[in-house]
């Protein structure tokens, strides 16, 4: 048994599980890790989050300096964009996207999300690993391939709670084995998945919020969200607004 103390663990930007007939939202999940000497960023959103990523740390006490570490679960402009707001926090992504992008795999299978320019201008600071490691004591680094060749998220060990990114995009999914959009291998994905099933008791989607595993199912969620969107049609009614909420 380790004697260190429980990791601290929160979400910043909550994962909407939500798409629409004028392209990608992007809403994705925006994870926090406190350990004794790191401030671990998962995922950092993607452009239009910018204010409100900054906004959000600051109420937990943190400026963008205190962010020591950014894990790059895998490289969609919706999960990356903001990492240029941490300059001093080491970067890393999985040897197998850099793979993905520097082979330009991502262009053979047509995958539309890999912000290629943005990686050329941070590749230099980016640290590669492969496989399973410890990043720092207590989390782990679980490729999760399928959705890209290189998805990787992080599991807290001892708490057992595993950080999915797009490996896991969303709990209806996970629940019903539909695989993500795959633009690495199905089979991958599903396996993926089993993985995820057997080392978690609970997963943070790439796109949704947190949900327990239990025994393989999803069980519960550990939060909600609440989202307003508004618009203005044309100059004779007033702002239209719709909201949706999990409850
Ligand atoms: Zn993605």
Known sequence: MTDRQQ???????PGIPVSSNRGALGWSSVTLIESENHRILVDTGSYGD???????????????????????????????????????????????ERDY???KDFLSVHDPFVPEPFYRFNVDRITSFSGEKCLVPGIRTIPLPGHTPGMTGLLLEQEKVLI???GIKNGYEFAR???????????????????????????VPGHDRPFRNRDGEVSAYLD???????????????EKIITFSSR
Do not use: C
């Open 7 to 13: 990791l601290k663990w929160s979400v910043v930007l």
């Open 177 to 203: 084995d539909l695989p993500p959009p795959v633009f690495g291998s199905k089979r991958d994905a599903l396996a993926s998945y089993r993985k995820a099933r057997d080392i978690a008791d609970i997963i």
């Open 164 to 166: 999915a990114g797009d």
């Open 224 to 238: 909600h969200f609440f989202i307003e969107v508004r618009f203005v049609p044309d100059p004779w009614i007033p």
């Open 101 to 103: 992008i520097d082979q």
């Open 50 to 96: 910018r204010a409100l990523l900054l906004e959000k740390l600051g109420q937990k006490g943190f400026g963008p300096e205190d962010i020591t570490m950014l894990f790059l679960t895998h490289f969609h402009f919706d999960h990356v964009l903001n990492l240029d707001l941490f300059p001093k926090a080491a970067l890393y992504l999985s040897e197998a």
